[in-house]
Antibody, heavy 117, light 108 residues
Framework: VQLVESGGGLVQPGGSLRLSCAAS????????MSWVRQAPGKGLEWVSG????????YYADSVKGRFAIARDNSKNTLYLQMNRLRAEDTALYYC???????????WGRGTLVTVSS | EIVLTQSPGTLSLSPGERATLSCRAS???????LAWYQQKPGQAPRLLIY???SRATGIPDRFSGSGSGTDFTLTISRLEPEDFAVYYC?????????FGQGTKVEIK
């Protein structure tokens, strides 16, 4: 049972990046999923969530209108499309499995996004 | 949006001592939707407690959660060397998840 994030890197302010999270070892479509980020030396910040079917999506105010979460249940993969990136989006981005009572039961190891010119 | 405030920011204790960590919400939180995580340097967070009271799989019974409404507590009955870490509380409500800012438990 694991989650593996990829797609992070260095991007200029105003640029775009798409993160992926490959899931294995469980029935991916049965679970809501989320992205949580952690700026260097800072605490955890929830970014976005999506229902198991993909029909419902949720966003933190800090990313609403700039980020888009999606999933492909046929590929067991979660995505985060990040547009109009800002320096304050620099962080380690984790994907996490959301359990029935809306807590994060399984985490990936994260992928680092750095927004800098 | 519900804001979670954790206190203290840092707790300096010795192995074997009892740790009491507080998480206060800006408005009432359903106990079902309150969780606690442990994070060690260079590692992803690990779920400790969910539903305010229930220990996650494999979590030792020296970890316990309590509280209701706006005040929740994580207690570590006797600190082991591997318990020195940062702890976060988290809540869910109205399609939004929020975390507290964290409490660092350090070796005195």
């Amino acid at each position: 049972v694991q989650l593996v994030e990829s797609g992070g890197g260095l991007v200029q302010p105003g640029g775009s990046l798409r993160l992926s999270c490959a899931a294995s070892g469980f029935t991916f479509s049965s679970y809501a999923m989320s992205w949580v980020r952690q700026a260097p030396g800072k605490g955890l910040e929830w970014v976005s969530g999506i229902s198991g079917s993909g029909d419902n999506t949720y966003y933190a105010d800090s990313v609403k209108g700039r980020f888009a979460i999606a999933r492909d249940n046929s590929k067991n993969t979660l995505y985060l499309q990040m547009n109009r990136l800002r320096a304050e989006d620099t962080a380690l981005y984790y994907c996490a499995l959301v359990e029935s009572y809306w807590y994060f039961d399984l985490w990936g190891r994260g992928t680092l996004v750095t927004v800098s010119s | 949006e519900i804001v979670l405030t954790q206190s203290p920011g840092t707790l300096s204790l010795s192995p074997g001592e009892r740790a009491t960590l507080s998480c206060r919400a800006s408005q009432s939180v359903s106990s079902s939707y309150l969780a606690w995580y442990q994070q060690k340097p260079g590692q992803a967070p690990r779920l400790l407690i969910y539903g305010a009271f229930s220990r996650a799989t494999g979590i030792p019974d020296r970890f316990s959660g309590s509280g209701s409404g706006t005040d929740f507590t994580l207690t570590i009955s006797r600190l082991e060397p591997e318990d020195f870490a940062v702890y976060y509380c988290q809540q869910y409500g109205s399609s939004v998840w929020t975390f507290g800012q964290g409490t660092k438990v350090e070796i005195k």
